[in-house]
């Protein structure tokens, strides 16, 4: 669910939302992944929280530039080594 209007614009936003989400800050449960996705209606980016059935628990609008470039971010996690 994206119930705002707030959009992630730069990979430290990012990197600050994924660090939440990966240390239970959001009080989110079932959380088994993250991802980036498109709106199908309007193609908007967007992060989204999935639980273990991958539906979406919580999403984000992100930036273009956020969605090209965060893909590493999101796909490892940020406490992680590439």
């Known amino acids: 669910m ?5 959009v992630i614009e730069t ?3 990012l990197e600050a939302f994924l ?7 959001l009080g989110l449960t079932n959380v088994q992944g993250v991802a980036l996705a ?4 309007d193609g908007r980016p967007f992060v989204a929280v999935l639980d273990d059935k991958h539906q979406l628990l919580l999403g ?6 956020v969605f090209e470039n965060g893909k590493d971010m999101v796909r490892y996690g940020v406490n992680k080594k590439h």
């Open 19 to 25: 660090t939440l989400v990966e240390n239970g800050g």
């Open 60 to 65: 984000r609008w992100v930036s273009q530039e």
């Open 38 to 41: 498109t709106n199908n209606s």
């Open 2 to 6: 994206i119930k705002d209007n707030e």
């Open 11 to 13: 990979l430290t936003e």
